[in-house]
Structure formats: C-alpha cells, structure tokens
C-alpha cells in the first residue's frame, strides 16, 4: 500500500488563487520531505526540501514566497502555490523516505495535477 | 552537462525481445542509484535499487560501473505492461536525501 499519500490529485482554479497542498507520510516519521515540480515531457525538478521544525531549504530559481512549505509535523508537510498564475500549471510531487543516509529509495505520493486557468 | 544523462528514446520494443539503457552520472562521489518507473501523468514507483555488484529481479537486471561513472537497466521477454519512462535516480554523497532525476528513457513495447 501507498506510504506516502498526497492531497489532492488534481486541482482547477482561477489565476491568483492560492493552493495547498498536503503531503503525508502514512507509516512513518519523515524528519525530511522532498517537493517536485514536472512539466509535460520534462524530469521532475526539485523544488525544496522541507524540514521538520525548521525552514524549508529551496533550490535555486524557486522562489520561497511563491512556493510557501511548512512541515508542522514528523508526517505531514504542505506546499502552497501563492496567487497561482497559468505558468504555475504543472504536476506536484512529493516524496519522503531515503533512510538517514539517503542510501534508501524514497516513497512518492500520488502527485497533484494543478491546472491554473 | 547534465548531472544524470540519459537517452529519451524512445526504445521501441518487440512484444518479447530483451532491451537495455544506461544512464550516466556526473558527481563521482555519488552513492545510492536507483531505476524508478514513472507512467504518463502518474508519479515515479521504485524499480529497484542498484547495487555495486549488481543485481536482478525477475526480469529486470541492473548493473553499475563505477569507473565510467554509469548505471544500467536491462529487461529481457519485454511486457507490454512493461510500456514507460524509466527514470534514473542518484543520490550524491554530500547531498544527504536529495536525488536528482535523469530525463528518463521512454520505453514503448509492441505487440
């Protein structure tokens, strides 16, 4: 069964709409959290990691008050689109897992398809 | 250049015949390698992992070559359902977690 469940599975709204969206860890403690954007044809691109506690770490070129991350809890992170535009259109995915070494495969969720009209 | 390369495809495959792809990596301190398989519009599900030595399951055989910094996926008696984006995943050593993706190579089996 899935160890990873992601919230929702797609989503329409209308451009300047803000969207969360959760990202759980279903049977275990995941101290870190991974965000990834993939756009049609393309390879998912990482976009932050979410840490427990403490800030998000985001690459570059991903803006932090765009993307707004929070992982309140061991099992639960969210990421939220602000004022979502149709250039923000994309499939959403998370991933938890990798041991504390990163020497194990990560579980991803389902993905969040968000279409911005 | 890219920090994992691979060949897009796509491979087109007899119903059957034995296929086979590598990828490669930049970061020669890498240390854990995977093979995902994503289909369209889903997310990535592990293939499995890639050991030094080398290993398999079932039908699939993946090897690494440490030297020339490359890991490779083979499928033999190919499967229809074996139609998909095979993704080449690494994890670098100072990266803690964070992997990072190949493009991944499209694997099409015909009947």
């Known amino acids: 069964g899935a160890v990873v469940s992601q919230h929702p599975s797609w989503v329409i709204c209308k451009s300047g709409t803000s969207v969360k969206i959760e990202c759980r860890s279903l049977?275990?403690?995941?101290?870190?959290m991974f965000w990834y954007r993939q756009f049609p044809k393309q390879s998912l691109m990482l976009m932050a990691t979410?840490?427990?506690?403490?800030?998000?770490?985001?690459e570059q070129g991903v803006e932090k008050d765009k993307f707004l991350i929070n992982h309140a809890s061991l099992t639960l992170s969210t990421l939220t689109v602000t004022s979502a535009h149709p250039e923000d259109s994309s499939f959403y995915i998370c991933?938890?897992?990798?041991?504390?070494?990163?020497?194990?495969?990560?579980?991803f969720g389902d993905g969040t398809r968000l279409s911005i009209l | 250049r890219k920090e994992v390369e691979q060949d897009p495809g796509p491979f087109n495959v007899p119903e059957g015949a034995t296929v086979a792809f590598n990828c490669t990596y930049s970061?020669?301190?890498?240390?854990?390698f995977f093979w995902y398989r994503q289909d369209c519009r889903k997310e990535p599900k592990l293939l499995m992992s890639?050991?030094?030595s080398g290993n398999e399951d079932g039908r699939f055989t993946a090897q690494l070559n440490r030297a020339s910094q490359y890991i490779s996926l083979l499928i033999r008696d190919s499967k229809l359902s074996d139609s998909a984006t095979y993704l080449c995943?690494?994890?670098?050593?100072?990266?803690?977690?964070?992997?990072?993706f190949g493009g991944g190579t499209r694997v099409l089996v015909k009947p």
């Open positions: 991933s938890a897992g990798g041991g504390l070494r990163g020497n194990q495969p990560q579980h």
């Open positions: 049977d275990f403690q995941a101290t870190t």
């Open positions: 979410s840490n427990e506690g403490s800030k998000a770490t985001y």
């Open positions: 970061n020669s301190a890498s240390q854990s």
């Open positions: 890639v050991y030094s």
């Open positions: 995943v690494v994890n670098g050593k100072a990266a803690g977690n964070k992997l990072t």
